[in-house]
């Protein structure tokens, strides 16, 4: 099992920018795809971008296509969310996930996640 831990989170106004982490612990990241989800209260968690293992293949939700970078550096065992132009209503909590083999726009199909790193966007 990989454990995972977010950090980056915090309050920003609206136009501007977030770098989110998830530093993996316990096995090597570099054998997991890794995807970035977000929630908000009372509603369902939503894919917001994911990675692959070799950092070749990335894929965004349309919310954040043009604005959101997911990129990995598995020497330092990190994932990162760019996150730039910020909207209001990209306030949630961020969490990340990893699992084997392809990345999955479904959060089902991911087994470790972290504990979530809040993201709160002024207006």
């Known amino acids: 099992q990989v454990q995972l831990v977010e950090s980056g989170g915090g309050v920003v106004q609206a136009g501007g920018s977030l770098r989110l982490s998830c530093a993996a612990s316990?096995?090597?990241?570099?054998?997991?795809?890794v995807g970035w989800f977000r929630q908000i209260p009372g509603k369902e968690r939503e894919f917001v971008a994911y990675i692959n293992w070799s950092g070749g293949t990335t894929y965004y939700a349309p919310s954040g296509q043009g604005r959101f970078t997911i990129s990995r550096d598995n020497v330092k065992n990190t994932v990162f969310l760019q996150m730039n132009s910020l909207k209001p209503e990209d306030t949630a909590v961020y969490f990340c996930?990893?699992?084997?083999?392809?990345?999955?726009?479904?959060?089902?199909?991911?087994?470790?996640w972290g504990q979530g790193t809040q993201v709160t966007v002024s207006s």
């Open positions: 316990g096995r090597t990241m570099r054998a997991y795809a």
């Open positions: 996930a990893a699992k084997v083999l392809d990345p999955s726009m479904s959060s089902t199909d991911y087994r470790n």
